[in-house]
C-alpha cells in the first residue's frame, strides 16, 4: 500500500490547464494576461513603496492598505509561473510536491487578504466611532500585532488541508482544470474518499472568509448608526466617502470568491469556460482593482505615487 502511495501522491505530475477550446489562442491570450499581471505587480508595489518612504502616511490606515497590497503581491506571484508558463511555453506539467506548495501560498494568501480587509472595515469604524481615541486604540504595536495574528490564522487553517491532501492516491486523470493548483480541483481527481478533505476545506472556507463577511458587514451596519446620529450633512458625506473605497475592495474580493466556491461545489455542470474565468478573476481581480480604488480615492496615496513618479523622473 505504501508503494502504491508514493506512486500516486508524491511522485505524480499533474497536468495544469490554460483555456479550454482555444489552445491555439494561447500566445495571443498571454497578451491580456501579461498586461494584468503587470498592473498587478506595479500598483502594489508603488503603493506599498510609497506608504513605506512617506512619512505621511504612516498612520494606522496605510498600514493596513500595505498589508493588503503585501497581500495582493504575494497572490500574483503565487500564479505568475504557471499560467504565463502555460500561455507561452505549453508547460503544464507540475509535480505533486510543487502542487501543494502552489496552493498552500494561493489559500494563505487569500485568508490574509480576508483577515486584512476585516482589519480595514475594524479600522474605519473606530476612526468614525471613536475618533478621539483612534490613535490610542490602534497603536504601531496593536497594528504589529494584527499584522502578526493574520499570518498566524493563514498558516494554521492551511496545515491540516496539506495534511489531509497527503493522504489522498490519484489513480485517474491527472488533468486539473485550472492554469494553478486548487484545493476543491486537486480533491475531484482523488481516487479515495475525500468527504473529510470536503468538510475540512468547507469549513476553512465558513471561518475564514464566511466569518470575516459577517463581521465586516456588522462593522459597516454600527459605521452606517453612527454616521446617521451625526448632525451635519457634510461631516455625513466625508464619513461615507472615506468607507467608499472599502467597500469596494471588499466587493472585488468576496464575490469572485463565492463564485469560484459555488462553481466547484454546486454546480459540477458548469461550462469550462465558466470556470476559467471565475477561477481566473479570483485570483487576479482584487490585486488589480485595489491599487487603482485606492489611489483613485484616496488622495493622499494618490499624491504620494504621483510625488514618487515625478522624483524618478527628475532623476533621470
Not at 122 to 148: E, M, W
Not at 248 to 261: E, H, K, Q, W
Not at 270 to 282: D, E, G, K, Q, V
Request: charged fraction near 10%.
Amino acid at each position: 500500500m505504501s508503494t502504491f502511495q508514493n506512486t500516486t501522491s508524491s511522485s505524480i505530475i499533474f497536468l495544469l490547464t490554460g483555456v479550454p477550446g482555444l489552445e491555439a489562442f494561447h500566445a495571443w491570450i498571454s497578451i491580456p494576461f501579461c498586461f494584468v499581471y503587470i498592473t498587478a505587480l506595479s500598483g502594489n508595489s508603488l503603493i506599498l513603496f510609497a506608504i513605506v518612504t512617506q512619512p505621511s502616511l504612516h498612520e494606522p490606515m496605510y498600514y493596513f492598505l500595505s498589508m493588503l497590497s503585501t497581500t495582493d503581491l504575494g497572490l500574483s506571484i503565487s500564479t505568475l509561473v504557471t499560467m504565463l508558463g502555460i500561455f507561452w511555453f505549453d508547460a503544464r506539467k507540475i509535480s505533486f510536491n510543487a502542487c501543494l506548495s502552489q496552493m498552500f501560498f494561493i489559500q494563505l494568501f487569500t485568508v490574509m487578504e480576508s483577515s486584512v480587509l476585516l482589519a480595514m472595515s475594524f479600522d474605519r469604524f473606530v476612526a468614525i466611532s471613536n475618533p478621539l481615541r483612534y490613535a490610542s486604540i490602534l497603536t504601531d504595536l496593536k497594528i504589529a500585532q494584527i499584522g502578526v495574528a493574520i499570518v498566524t490564522r493563514g498558516t494554521l487553517i492551511q496545515i491540516p488541508m496539506q495534511v489531509l491532501l497527503k493522504r489522498l492516491s490519484f489513480c485517474h486523470s491527472h488533468v486539473l482544470h485550472h492554469s494553478y493548483c486548487f484545493h476543491p480541483d486537486v480533491m475531484k481527481l482523488s481516487c479515495t474518499d475525500t468527504r473529510i478533505n470536503s468538510a475540512v476545506g468547507l469549513t476553512a472556507l465558513i471561518t475564514t472568509a464566511g466569518v470575516d463577511s459577517i463581521f465586516i458587514l456588522l462593522s459597516y451596519v454600527l459605521i452606517i448608526k453612527t454616521v446617521l446620529s451625526i448632525a451635519s450633512p457634510e461631516e455625513r458625506k466625508k464619513a461615507f466617502s472615506t468607507c467608499i473605497f472599502h467597500i469596494g475592495a471588499v466587493a472585488v474580493f468576496y464575490i469572485p470568491l463565492i463564485s469560484l466556491s459555488f462553481v466547484h461545489r454546486f454546480r459540477k455542470q458548469a461550462p469550462p469556460y465558466l470556470h476559467t474565468l471565475i477561477a481566473n478573476a479570483y485570483l487576479l481581480m482584487p490585486p488589480v482593482m485595489n491599487p487603482i480604488i485606492y489611489s483613485v480615492k484616496t488622495k493622499q496615496i494618490c499624491r504620494a505615487v504621483l510625488k514618487l513618479l515625478y522624483s524618478s523622473a527628475e532623476k533621470k
